[in-house]
């Protein structure tokens, strides 16, 4: 055994789940030595691709995924997927070869511990034979237990070494880092402002994925309404007092009462502009608290007038055990009407709006009412980052928090193929959606081949304007557009050139295509090119660049 194959066994005894990737000539025997201990590999068709299906699987599932590349270019390709991993701290290992200590005249030798640290990532290292599974088991710790995405540089000459005869028969276990419970002072001053507390709003972010059951009951015994960041669309599904995503893709209701809310509480939520609206959501008088694992979270987006450290369900639990001991209880901001709203209400789907459809384009609003209408519900929602984004995000309902992957952190177009990928390698029960914009959708397109290869049965649907949306939309006073438009292209076509069933969409009569595969064996993916109507800038982008 070599130390490729002692660092590809370490990581697949550590429990790693998933790998994902573009085999090299670098990357070759440690992938292979991946597989051969049982971790599944997807080949994708772009390094960019796989980081991002890691992304993905890691934040779909909860276990930590693999990314595998050459060294040099390999590596440089991926790197945007792994800044958005690593803007996100999802917990994921980018194992990478690298080139030998003396190949300073190599066409693959850069810094890459350097670019690793430039995006976020946490660079280390396998130093030699002796110290191969030392080094391994340390990078998957300190993804897991830091929630970083790790880069573990693999060089060749280290790779071909013999590996030592003393490999440790058990692993020492690699646990999440223990729950930080609050202080019982911040806890005692978080049930004040409850108490004192008429109309609360409950902001939950990626940080409180694991407290669902916990803030509902604090919920329902103090009458706070849910909200959710974007990342976290799906957690309060099904619950009557939800207001769905708060932020820019917020429906008129659920920012009116997240606005008229006297006290917002966020939990393991930044409060950042997008979920805040620049602050436009918190009301005159309202005052912020915060919950969060990091010190330094609190606070940093949004003045706050109280910070709580701690894990979002522990303090949740503290919390509601601390109203009961004070003898607190209370209707909050609930009560039968503010109900019968939220029932007929609280969704985009709901709002009544016109149809502004033309003979040759479908407006994007009917297209994602009737997608939801159509679609079944257990499916997981993928979209990629553009002018469109909000209609996909707001309109097509989710289950759970599984339910929706959102790789935003770094604001790329070009993700959504690949999010949606990983998404649907890691919950194969689910219908996989990828939402798409054009731009976005031929920036990364090469990974339709992947799609198509594993016989995954997605739907794609590509909000197809024809142009780079938002900066048509931001820069539309007079300036010369002709750099960011771009002749039709017929993308259904080229969904069947990759061996997918294509359809386009001008009408809501076109989706009965969609339909017709839904119900059929869905033995290839869908690709729907929907021809969408210049409505303008949508509101949430309008909102974002303070049109």
């Not at 590999?41 to 960019?48: G, I, K, L, M, P």
Request: charged letters at 20%; glycine letters at 10%; proline letters at 5%.
């Amino acid at each position: 055994m070599d130390v490729a194959e002692l660092v590809g066994r370490t990581l697949a005894r550590l429990g790693v789940a998933q790998a994902f990737g573009v085999v090299g000539s670098g990357n070759f025997h440690v992938t292979n030595a991946l597989r051969t201990h049982g971790v599944p590999f997807v080949a994708t068709r772009h390094e960019a691709g796989a980081a991002t299906a890691a992304d993905a699987y890691a934040r779909t599932t909860g276990r930590v995924a693999v990314v595998s590349t050459h060294q040099g270019c390999g590596f440089s390709n991926a790197l945007t997927g792994i800044t958005e991993a690593a803007k996100s701290r999802t917990p994921l290992i980018v194992l990478t070869a690298d080139t030998a200590a003396g190949a300073v005249l190599s066409n693959f030798d850069v810094d890459q511990d350097g670019l690793a640290r430039a995006v976020g990532a946490v660079p280390m290292r396998v130093h030699g034979a002796a110290s191969a599974v030392a080094d391994t088991v340390r990078a998957y710790r300190t993804a897991v237990t830091q929630r970083r995405t790790v880069v573990l540089n693999l060089p060749q000459d280290v790779q071909a070494l013999p590996a030592p005869g003393d490999e440790p028969a058990v692993l020492p276990p690699v646990e999440p880092a223990a729950q930080v419970r609050p202080d019982a002072g911040a806890v005692a001053a978080l049930a004040e402002l409850v108490a004192a507390s008429s109309r609360p709003v409950f902001v939950a972010g990626r940080g409180a994925l694991a407290a669902r059951e916990a803030l509902c009951r604090l919920a329902d015994e103090c009458g706070a309404l849910l909200a959710t960041s974007a990342v976290a669309n799906g957690l309060f599904h099904g619950e009557p007092w939800s207001l769905g995503i708060s932020g820019g893709f917020a429906s008129p209701l659920a920012a009116e009462l997240i606005t008229g809310a006297d006290l917002v509480i966020g939990w393991g939520c930044a409060l950042n502009m997008w979920t805040m609206r620049h602050g436009a959501l918190v009301g005159p008088g309202a005052r912020v608290a915060q919950v969060d694992v990091e010190q330094a979270a609190l606070g940093a987006h949004r003045p706050v007038v109280l910070g709580v450290l701690g894990d979002a369900r522990l303090v949740a639990e503290d919390l509601r055990a601390e109203l009961g001991a004070r003898g607190h209880t209370g209707t909050g901001y609930r009560c039968p009407q503010l109900r019968a709203r939220l029932a007929d209400g609280v969704r985009w789907n709901d709002v009544a709006l016109p149809d502004e459809s033309t003979p040759d384009a479908i407006d994007p609003r009917v297209l994602s009412r009737r997608l939801d209408e159509l679609l079944p519900a257990q499916r997981v929602v993928a979209v990629d980052s553009g002018n469109f984004m909000g209609y996909p995000s707001a309109y097509l309902a989710v289950p759970d928090q599984r339910g929706f992957c959102f790789t935003q952190a770094y604001q790329s177009i070009g993700l959504g193929l690949a999010t949606a990928l990983g998404a649907a390698v890691a919950s194969p029960d689910r219908l996989p959606v990828a939402a798409l914009g054009d731009g976005g959708f031929q920036m990364s397109l090469v990974e339709l081949d992947t799609v198509v290869r594993l016989g995954i049965p997605m739907l794609i649907v590509i909000y197809n304007d024809a142009a780079y949306g938002a900066e048509v939309h931001h820069f539309s006073g007079g300036a010369d557009l002709s750099t960011v438009r771009f002749p039709d292209t017929d993308l259904a076509r080229v969904g069947r050139g990759f061996g997918c069933a294509g359809v386009t969409v001008r009408s809501v009569a076109d989706l009965d295509a969609v339909a017709e595969w839904l119900a059929g064996p869905r033995d290839r993916p869908l690709l729907v090119d929907a021809k969408v109507a210049d409505i303008g800038p949508s509101w949430w982008l309008a909102e974002a660049f303070g049109h």
